[in-house]
């Protein structure tokens, strides 16, 4: 069966972000007292000189830029078979990809896992939440997450249902929305949440929240990718096989003029969340034919439901992939960051779909 995935944009307006936390240190300064000491007789009192005060501390360089990628995270307490399987499948997807893993956060686990209950208790698949209706937590994902203690910079929320957890992962990162989130260098740290139930309209919803935490003011920058990537990283992966056909059923439609089930599968650029691309070319090719795929460039720029952050940008198939057939991706492009500094970006790469 079909997954039924959900997309929903980064954390949103500035306003509503924390600034990172400063640590403060307070010093504190003894008196030091000096005895006077008499001798008796003719002989006169000295008084020590006073010990020297202690130098005060110096003070810790703020961090400047992203830690190194998490090639490894503490395993995970807590999860069922189900979320277990999911938090391995997405940390595999994202080592596979060239970034870094993502480290489980309790407090986001409970906002994901009542997120995901209510859903089933409401038979409601959104990522908002109704007031007044049973075990609402939050409006939405960022301030379910505050709400358990976790104060969430950037990131997103993906959702899939219908399915085991794993396979729901894999769904996500095939769909476009989704695979942007998924696949964005700098997340954390994740909260996973799975749930058995069923009612008319939702099953077995699958809720991953990923983000930095604003508590911390040096895993709050965030991390950057493996150098093996050289700032870029790509998917499917080169010579991935088994690939999907079809987009899937991804909602917003990323191009709605069309049945998102006639979509294929998306080929997709990320880079740094501080970069911004700009695409010159990103074609796709069908090696035994030589046939270029039509496809739909979709950039912070073109998207029309405005998902798309300027890190990232997808070729959408306008048709689903042929079976058990090999295709080549050519990217053309530059990535620009803050500062004005300007990167060209070359990438071709293949991978061959699945058989059926």
């Not at 830029?65 to 069922?80: C, E, K, L, R």
């Not at 995901?116 to 409601?124: E, I, R």
């Not at 042929?322 to 295709?327: A, L, Q, R």
Request: proline share 9%; net charge negative; aromatic share 6%.
């Amino acid at each position: 069966m079909d997954s039924l995935i959900k997309g929903r944009s980064p954390v949103g307006p500035a306003a509503r972000r924390r600034a990172l936390g400063l640590l403060f240190s307070a010093v504190s300064v003894a008196a030091l007292g000096s005895a006077l000491h008499g001798c008796g007789g003719g002989g006169g009192g000295t008084v020590p000189e006073p010990s020297p005060p202690p130098p005060a501390p110096t003070p810790s360089p703020s961090p400047s830029g992203p830690i190194a990628a998490q090639m490894s995270v503490p395993t995970p307490v807590g999860y069922d078979a189900e979320r277990l399987a999911a938090f391995n499948r997405l940390n595999e997807i994202r080592l596979s990809a060239g970034l870094g893993m993502v480290a489980q956060s309790t407090a986001m686990d409970l906002a994901a896992q009542a997120h995901a209950d209510w859903m089933v208790a409401n038979d409601v698949f959104s990522h908002q939440e109704q007031a007044g209706t049973p075990g609402f937590t939050a409006t939405d994902w960022s301030l379910r997450d505050e709400v358990f203690g976790y104060v969430p910079v950037g990131g997103a929320e993906v959702m899939a249902a219908s399915g085991q957890a794993s396979a729901e992962v894999d769904a996500l990162v095939n769909a476009l929305y989704h695979r942007a989130g998924m696949l964005a260098f700098e997340p954390v740290d994740v909260g996973i949440g799975w749930s058995g139930g069923t009612a008319a309209h939702v099953a077995m919803p699958l809720v991953i929240d990923m983000s930095r935490p604003g508590s911390d003011d040096v895993r709050g920058l965030g991390q950057a990718a493996q150098q093996t990537i050289d700032g870029v990283a790509i998917w499917p992966l080169d010579h991935a096989n088994d690939v999907p056909m079809r987009l899937g059923l991804e909602s917003p439609n990323p191009v709605p003029d069309q049945d998102v089930l006639s979509l294929g599968t998306p080929v997709s650029i990320t880079v740094d969340r501080l970069k911004s691309l700009s695409s010159a070319s990103f074609a796709l090719t069908d090696n035994a034919t030589g046939a270029i795929v039509p496809t739909r460039l979709l950039s912070n720029q073109t998207d029309p439901n405005f998902l798309i952050p300027p890190s990232f940008v997808a070729a959408v198939p306008l048709a689903v992939l042929s079976p058990d057939t090999t295709y080549t991706a050519t990217y053309s492009g530059t990535a620009s960051t803050l500062s004005g500094n300007v990167e060209n970006i070359h990438r071709t790469w293949s991978f061959t779909t699945a058989a059926n």
